[in-house]
């Protein structure tokens, strides 16, 4: 199942119910888009207990098809990486201590 914002939103008003939706979609909004600037900028984004995201440049090169088999050339770019935190390996893995 994907992440959807509206989902968060009505999570967050579960937790906060003193605050309008209006409110609590512009925080989601403000948050998401300090999550992208700081990407492209290529800056590192850590999210606590949930994993590091951060930015490699993948080189140019010559790459192949997989359904025609024909060789492609394929121009540098940026990708996101993400690593998970220990915590959330743990859980993921039953290992809760």
């Known amino acids: 199942m994907a992440v959807v914002k509206s989902e968060i939103i009505k999570q967050l008003k579960k937790s906060f119910p003193n605050f309008e939706n209006k409110l609590l979609s512009k925080i989601v909004e403000i948050i998401i888009k300090e999550i992208m600037d700081s990407l492209k900028r290529s800056e590192s984004f850590e999210l606590r207990r949930f994993g590091r995201f951060s930015t490699k440049i993948q080189k140019a090169g010559i790459r192949r098809n997989p359904k025609t088999n024909q060789k492609v050339s394929v121009s ?22």
């Open 76 to 97: 540098s770019k940026r990708v996101i990486r993400w690593r998970m935190s220990k915590e959330l390996f743990r859980k993921l893995n039953n290992d809760e201590k």
